[in-house]
């Protein structure tokens, strides 16, 4: 089952921030973070492997509730260069698949 | 170091015809898994491997088979190509869970 991520779209003015919401009905292992420009393939921002940890990655850092198995990804002063396709991707307990949401179209605008 | 390779970049099948699609890694890493990528549908996985002679189902594994005999190479077999398996299928790779996963270029197949 897919995770659910939030919203679906996102429009900002560089230097603007913003949050991406990913959620999951599953108790969860981890929560992945990749982007995904035009054209290429997905690229591995960082993993949450603990309730409540936050890592970074540039401007960008996420945190992981493991009791609400729900995660965000917080971009912050916005670049151009961080246009494109968001994705999470959650890892349950159970299993190890690694399955994604929909992901979030971010357009960031000069 | 070359990654996750992935071959053909792109291929034109006719229905009912069958293909491998390649996928090699040369960063020892045990786990590996295919993905297809459709319009507004995300990444769906469609089967993954935890390390050589270990393969199990992901979301729509209808239509594909895999198998993993080496830890370098896991490759995807459509038996009887439909034109819904038109899409552009991704490769991963990573060394266990507790790290993310090095994607393939891709590989853009249209069934017609």
């Known amino acids: 089952q897919q995770p659910v991520q939030s919203p679906q779209a996102v429009i900002l003015r560089e230097g603007e921030d913003a949050v991406i919401n990913c959620s999951s009905s599953?108790?969860?292992?981890?929560v992945h973070w990749y982007r995904q420009k035009h054209g290429e393939a997905p690229v591995f921002l960082m993993i949450l492997l603990k309730g409540g940890e936050q890592k970074g990655h540039e401007k960008i850092s996420a945190s992981f509730n493991e009791k609400k198995q729900q995660s965000s990804l917080y971009l912050t002063a916005s670049q151009l260069s961080y246009s494109g396709t968001y994705f999470c991707?959650?890892?349950?307990?159970?299993?190890?698949?690694?399955?994604f949401g929909k992901g979030t179209l971010l357009t960031v605008n000069p | 170091n070359a990654g996750v390779t992935q071959t053909p970049k792109f291929q034109v099948l006719k229905t009912g015809q069958s293909m491998t699609l390649q996928c090699a890694q040369d960063?020892?890493?045990?786990?590996m898994s295919w993905y297809r990528q459709d319009p507004g549908m995300g990444l769906r996985l469609i089967h993954y491997s935890v390390g050589a002679g270990i393969t199990d189902q992901g979301e729509v594994p209808n239509g594909y088979n895999v198998s993993r005999s080496t830890t370098e190479d896991f490759p995807l077999r459509l038996l009887s190509a439909a034109p819904s398996q038109t899409s552009v299928y991704f490769c991963a790779s990573s060394p266990d869970a507790n790290y993310g996963y090095t994607f393939g270029s891709g590989t853009r197949l249209t069934v017609v």
């Open positions: 599953k108790a969860l292992y981890s």
């Open positions: 991707g959650t890892h349950p307990r159970s299993n190890y698949k690694l399955t």
């Open positions: 960063m020892n890493h045990e786990y």
